[in-house]
């Protein structure tokens, strides 16, 4: 029993020391001030007069198989932004003609006629394009992205499917067209 209860008082002895031991010796470092903030995504479109004809497109009297002239608009990446994937889509397509207007709308590189026409983003039926869930990607056509105070131009034109019928002489289409930029996923 003696020894159970000398084994028993030093082990006390042994924890009581270990819960009062302390360091003399100590540092502490700190970084402060930590601080994160998001990115700002801001585009300018500019639909411009140096296209053959203005936008928004307004023109009358076409028939089947005509195109109209090309148009022109500049996508601007404004300088407090960040690189940018731009998109485009269509909305509030309305009137009995939209289901037989086609749309060319092209990209390429900023410059001449020839070089900003030089890749098509979007060929084919103008309500195929309608909606954020039909959008198409304006910007791999040139680069990955649009990058900070960069400038990319597109033009576009419009025309009367060839097999239109005479259901739609004296009709209208009318549609919005709405560019959105997303930050690229790294």
Do not use: H
Request: hydrophobic letters at 35%; a negative charge; proline letters at 2%.
């Amino acid at each position: 029993m003696k020894k159970y209860l000398t084994l028993t008082i030093g082990f006390i002895i042994v924890l009581l020391g270990v819960g009062y031991t302390y360091s003399v010796f100590s540092d502490t470092e700190r970084i402060d001030n930590n601080t994160l903030s998001s990115a700002t995504v801001d585009i300018t479109l500019q639909a411009l007069t140096s296209g053959i004809i203005e936008k928004p497109v307004n023109v009358s009297n076409l028939v089947p198989t005509q195109w109209t002239d090309w148009a022109r608009a500049e996508i601007y990446n404004e300088d407090y932004s960040t690189s940018v994937r731009v998109f485009m889509y269509l909305e509030n397509t309305s009137g009995l003609l939209c289901d037989e207007v086609n749309l060319q709308v092209t990209t390429g590189v900023l410059g001449t006629n020839t070089a900003e026409r030089g890749t098509d983003i979007y060929l084919g039926p103008i309500v195929d394009l309608e909606g954020v869930s039909n959008k198409v990607e304006v910007t791999s056509y040139v680069s990955q992205y649009l990058g900070i105070t960069e400038t990319m131009a597109i033009q576009q034109r419009a025309q009367i499917d060839e097999n239109a019928t005479n259901d739609v002489q004296g009709e209208t289409c009318t549609w919005d067209e709405v560019f959105v930029a997303e930050t690229p996923v790294y």
